[in-house]
């Protein structure tokens, strides 16, 4: 089940949103934002709403699936299925508005993710979008595309026969085209095609970001220390 904000919530994590502007100002200082979200302009619309019927009014709906509509054609055994929670996110995505997307990932990394998008909502750092990979037919290639931030996803690790973490839903990927695979040792295209690692760009990673730090804290382990390639849409927990 996935918890309804109830509009205490919403004006909530606007005033978060207030309160934050400062450190999101410090964060990002000297790294110019290609795409800065117009948040005050949506803060001042929101917070001159005094009354309606839904958070649809003031959130734009990217993902809205129930548990089973979620989990709809996966070839994953039901002992994993059972370890999966699929649950509401807020973001602000590239348009610079209030997105609602969803997370489906291991009950074991749950909360963390949870606090971790409120994390990038106070840092005021973008997400695209949050769809679980059912909308993209379990492709990963054209969840990456999309720039489409997921965590389960019963896969094999590319080129092998060996299960992703992304199979039990421990590991999560964060806006994959603005964060491709880059190899280090060999001359390979970026993953996905045609993405280009930008640090100036709100939504990509680097390292010391805050919200790199912020993963790392939590004990999770970033794909940009690979070995043969930076991962660096991609964190885990073991």
Known sequence: MTRKLTIDDLRFMILQLLGCLVIFSSCFENRPQKQTPAILKEIEYIDSVTSFTSKEEIIIIDSNYTFEEAIAGTRAP?????????????????????????????KSIAQDVREIFEFM????????????IVRYNWCDMLSMAANNSSSFNY???????????HATGVA??????????????QDRPNEPEGAVHD??????????????EEFRRRGFRWGHTFTRFYDDHHFERR
Request: proline fraction near 6%.
């Open 78 to 106: 039901q002992e994993i299925i059972d370890q999966l929670e699929l649950f509401d996110v807020i973001y602000i995505s590239t348009d610079g508005k209030l997105h609602q997307g969803q997370m489906l990932t291991n």
């Open 121 to 132: 909502l106070e840092q005021g750092f973008v997400i695209e979008r949050a769809v679980p």
């Open 155 to 165: 896969r094999t690790i590319t080129g092998t026969n060996q299960l992703s973490l």
């Open 172 to 185: 999560i990927d964060i806006n994959p085209f603005f964060n491709p695979v880059r190899w280090k040792t």
């Open 199 to 212: 640090s100036t760009v709100n939504g990509t990673l680097y390292p010391g970001h805050p919200v790199v």
